[in-house]
């Protein structure tokens, strides 16, 4: 499977999927690291600390009552009080992102009486 960079996945706004991507970091520009994260599309995120539109936080509760919809690459990691984790910026100032392929597809496995 060939890596993808040039563009986007296809996810619908206000939407979440899970993707294989790879990426370097700043303090090691030469390691590429590879593992699953999630590209959010307009997906509504609340956000404790800054609105990811530029507003102010009131306006921004105004205006996004669900949440700041966000755009990008994200990786979940446990939070206390979110069942399903929260949602971490995967790409960080000085990182570079690398491409994006789908999460691989596997058939289900027969039951076989030979082990």
Not at 94 to 110: A, I, M, Y
Request: with cysteine.
């Amino acid at each position: 499977m060939t890596w993808c960079k040039a563009s986007p996945p296809a996810v619908a706004n206000g939407d979440a999927a899970e993707f294989i991507v790879a990426y370097t970091e700043k303090r090691d520009p030469y390691k590429v690291i590879v593992k699953a994260a999630f590209y959010l599309n307009k997906y509504p995120l609340s956000n404790e600390s800054y609105c990811a539109a530029g507003l102010d936080d009131d306006e921004c509760q105004n205006q996004h009552d669900d949440g700041c919809p966000v755009t990008g690459w994200y990786l979940t990691e446990p939070w206390e009080g979110y069942p399903d984790g929260a949602y971490k910026l995967l790409v960080k100032d000085g990182d570079t992102f690398k491409g994006w392929q789908p999460l691989p597809q596997f058939s289900p496995e027969r039951n076989s009486s030979n082990g």
